[in-house]
């Protein structure tokens, strides 16, 4: 096991390379100055675009840059943002428990739907139950975010008036920034009706952000439980007299999870980084609309640490995954 | 969380300053379309910023007339001017206080001191605090500040006087602009004895008519009305900005009532706003103008028959409909008719392919020529559509016989390559900054912009030479004549083809009250009740 453990260990140095390298020169190959898109019509002079240039290490070679940035970040200093001039990381430990906690709801949002979807659409295989099930998460899949977002937004929020249009919570409530969590803020503020306002703002991002992960929870499981549905021991199971529900739940789902689990934890990668349109939208402050500005902004040290973190943290999770199969099903361990 | 504690009590403590309960309070929210870059007006150009700093927290010596491109009395009570026009002596407001947070309790009421940090901080190399945070002042050394300030001078507790290198009229409206928004020194001095000199640019006080309680990131911008305002104190007792980057939400947000104001509404949206019974849109001129630059040193726009050819070529009536949708205006002139001098007698060009044909052939062109047109990839308020209109005047020149092209880049790319004249023709535009007609014509037509902002690569001496006459004299009457006069030149030359100057909607909620727009793009809160 720990041999295991260190192979996969050993397998993240030259990724965390890789990705410093790639976020470094990728960002710079994209045309486009980051003094001048700050500058806009107005422009700057000559000279003091050198001034800047200097002033900001733009002026020395490529290697010499990327050195600084690499040793700095093995000193854990991912450098100052070339906007707001505060460092990378306070900005991302600011944003990233929005992000968690709209990724966490729209994994519980998908999980809880995902899963009892497909094992209903399993056991009840070829009827219109199936159908209609396989047909909804079909279009769940292939949904276009920004418009299911906002159509969702227009229904809800414009016309029914059920849920807020977007934000974390009502303006109203003047909650404190303790944990970030505005679910645990709110409840900590004491605030008669503010973790209220915070779940009611959760519910459309947590819908829009998990309605993929959904579909694609709901067809690995349904898939998964139909091959186990064929197996001997589920007949021998039901042979012996066993509740249906039983067979189901107890001998055919333990093991028809196993994929499904693997899925789960893709997903959750997808989740965090691929909230970008989801956060835009709703106008949530978390880490994906973050980047995204600054890749507009060529505000090099945030695109290059803010990737470099959400990569190391889906690194950190596919190893935990990894890791739990291994205790979960010895095979995969002596496999490899 | 020690952090997070200390802010809660300070918001309870501006919660109790109201004296109401939290949700008795009335509260404006304003659904901005971005974060500020920092709460330092004079490092930063956008107007994202100065919403959230300069034109609600802070004061400047002079200040623009609120709806208005005109300066008024603001934290200097009255000044004048020596009658070579090189020192300037303010008489500043007795009585003004700064904002108090937790860690800083002002002893004194602003004074001469703090107009001097708050210049010298930018102009003074030497200054203590001038390297602090980056220290760079965009605007400061934009608007040539660096070069004219000679000396600031204290005379007493209550006067200064500025002495510039030469005569310089529009001076006073630099000194409205966000960057002059004046800084309390007693809060620096403090903070550089902590050893913390860079929270005065994260939590500066001002002496505007609303204080920073809050700010979460992406998010919102929490202030409270600030009792001892010096004008008076804000009408609604909270002001927050609820960061909402896309315009169809925040339209939803305005009409769910989640925001009484919004910013830059989608033209295609417009429409239904109008019918809205719960939604006042508001609409001005802004002051801007987008144009096309002909590349003055590039053959054939040598020639001034060509250019004045491919404006008559130019069917402006149709860009107005298609790109602007009803949300612009024709321009005859560079500066928009909101501004002082906009000469009302010139006579555009009208769309006359005939008259450019004949032109051209004049100009030894019979068959026209190849060129191209540069649209900018990014959507102004001056110019919504840029790749529209281009293909527009491509359609349009290629019937005098004139084949362009149609070129684009990466905004900063483009901005680059056409400072430097790479093009033959661009497409670009301008907001104003100060609301003075130099602020136009000298830095996009002037010889100094030739290679920076001068796209049209155009020095004309005899327009030169009104522009520098103008910049001489502080009388406003004899300043008029000459732009008058200037645009009239311009007209004859066209360096340019004037196209639009865009229309400025914004559409607050019924129920909000004293909301006016600002022509220089601002954003300004404390007039408006609810």
């Given amino acids: ?336 | 969380m020690k952090k997070g504690l200390a802010k809660l009590t300070l918001a309870l403590m501006a919660a109790g300053a109201i004296g109401t309960s939290a949700h008795a309070a009335s509260t404006l929210v304003y659904c901005s379309e971005g974060s500020p870059e920092g709460f330092n007006p004079s490092f930063y150009t956008s107007g994202t910023t100065f919403d959230a700093t300069s034109k609600n927290m802070f004061n400047r010596l002079v200040e623009f007339k609120l709806g208005t491109t005109e300066t008024e009395a603001g934290l200097a009570e009255s000044y004048e001017v020596s009658s070579d026009g090189l020192e300037y002596t303010f008489h500043l407001r007795k009585g003004v206080k700064f904002h108090s947070t937790k860690d800083f309790k002002p002893t004194r009421d602003f004074n001469a001191d703090d107009v001097i940090f708050t210049f010298d901080r930018q102009g003074n190399k030497e200054h203590p605090y001038h390297t602090v945070s980056g220290g760079s002042y965009e605007y400061y050394t934009g608007m040539g500040m660096d070069t004219l300030v000679k000396d600031i001078v204290r005379i007493d507790d209550y006067t200064v006087k500025f002495v510039l290198n030469q005569p310089e009229a529009p001076f006073i409206a630099n000194l409205a602009m966000d960057f002059a928004s004046i800084f309390s020194k007693e809060q620096a001095d403090m903070l550089m004895k902590a050893g913390k000199p860079e929270q005065l640019d994260i939590n500066p006080v001002g002496t505007g008519p609303f204080q920073k309680v809050q700010y979460q990131k992406d998010s919102l911008i929490r202030y409270v009305a600030f009792e001892d305002y010096w004008k008076g104190r804000a009408k609604v007792d909270r002001l927050v900005f609820s960061i909402t980057p896309d315009a169809s939400v925040r339209y939803a947000k305005l009409k769910a009532g989640e925001c009484d104001v919004m910013p830059y509404p989608n033209p295609a949206d417009l429409k239904q706003m109008e019918s809205d019974p719960n939604i006042n849109l508001m609409s001005q001129e802004g002051l801007n103008v987008g144009y096309l630059a002909f590349n003055t040193q590039k053959e054939p726009f040598t020639d001034v028959r060509v250019r004045q050819a491919l404006s008559l070529a130019t069917d402006k009536s149709a860009i107005i409909d298609a790109v602007f949708q009803g949300a612009g205006k024709a321009a005859k002139n560079p500066i928009p008719p909101t501004m002082w001098s906009y000469n009302k007698d010139i006579v555009d060009y009208p769309y006359d392919p005939v008259k450019a044909k004949k032109l051209l052939a004049e100009a030894g062109y019979p068959d026209g020529f190849d060129t191209n047109i540069w649209a900018m990839p990014v959507q102004r308020p001056y110019n919504p559509n840029a790749r529209r209109m281009a293909e527009i005047m491509q359609e349009d020149w290629s019937k005098v016989g004139v084949k362009a092209e149609i070129v684009s880049y990466e905004w900063g790319e483009y901005l680059n390559r056409s400072k430097k004249g790479e093009h033959d023709t661009v497409l670009l535009g301008w907001t104003g900054d100060n609301g003075d007609p130099d602020n136009f014509l000298y830095v996009l037509l002037g010889c100094d912009g030739v290679g920076g902002s001068n796209r049209a690569q155009w020095c004309n001496d005899e327009f030169n030479d009104l522009l520098l006459a103008a910049k001489q004299t502080s009388d406003k009457g004899e300043r008029t004549k000459l732009y008058e006069e200037s645009q009239a030149v311009f007209k004859r030359e066209a360096p340019w083809v004037t196209l639009a100057h865009s229309i400025v909607y914004e559409p607050v909620r019924k129920e909000v009250k004293g909301y006016k727009i600002d022509p220089l793009g601002g954003h300004y809160f404390y007039n408006v009740s609810k």
Avoid at chain 1, 199 to 227: F, Q
Avoid at chain 1, 256 to 265: E, H, W
Wanted: with cysteine; hydrophobic share 50%.
């Fill in chain 1, 1 to 336: 096991m720990f041999q295991f453990i260190f192979r996969r260990l050993s397998l993240v140095i030259p990724t965390f390379i890789g990705i410093t390298l790639l976020t470094f020169t990728l960002i710079r190959l994209i045309p486009g100055d980051p003094i001048e898109v700050m500058a806009g019509e107005r422009g700057v002079s000559a000279e003091r675009h050198a001034e800047l240039s200097a002033q900001l290490g733009f002026d020395q070679p490529l290697y010499v840059q990327y050195f600084n940035y690499v040793s700095g970040v093995l000193q854990g200093d991912l450098g100052n943002s070339l906007i707001t001039r505060e460092p990378v990381m306070s900005e991302f430990l600011t944003l990233f428990p929005a992000t968690i906690e709209l990724a966490t709801c729209a994994a519980i949002f998908a999980i809880f739907i995902g899963l009892p979807a497909g094992i209903f659409a399993a056991v009840k295989r070829g009827t219109i139950v199936d159908h209609s099930v396989m047909t909804f998460s079909l279009t769940g899949y292939s949904m276009p975010i920004f418009w299911w977002a906002l159509l969702l937004m227009l229904v809800f929020s414009v016309n029914l008036g059920w849920t807020p249009v977007s934000g974390r919570i009502d303006v109203v409530y003047w909650i404190d920034d303790v944990t970030g969590f505005m679910l645990i803020d709110s409840l900590l503020s004491g605030e008669e009706g503010a973790f209220g306002s915070a779940v009611s703002h959760l519910i459309l991002p947590s819908i829009v952000l998990g309605t993929i992960p959904m579909a694609v929870i709901a067809r690995m499981t349904r898939s998964s439980m139909l091959e186990v549905l064929s197996e001997d021991y589920i007949r021998t199971a039901r042979a012996k007299g066993i509740a249906p529900w039983r067979v189901i739940v107890i001998h055919a789902l333990r093991n028809a999870l196993i994929p499904v689990i693997t899925v789960i934890g893709l997903q959750v990668g997808i989740l965090l980084s691929g909230a970008i349109l989801t956060e835009t939208v709703f106008a949530w402050p978390g880490i994906g609309k973050w980047l995204i500005e600054s890749i507009g902004r060529r505000d090099y040290p945030v695109v290059q640490g803010g990737i470099l973190i959400v990569a190391c943290i889906i690194i950190v999770v596919n190893l935990l995954v990894d890791i739990t199969y291994g205790i979960v099903n010895p095979r995969i361990r002596h496999s490899r």
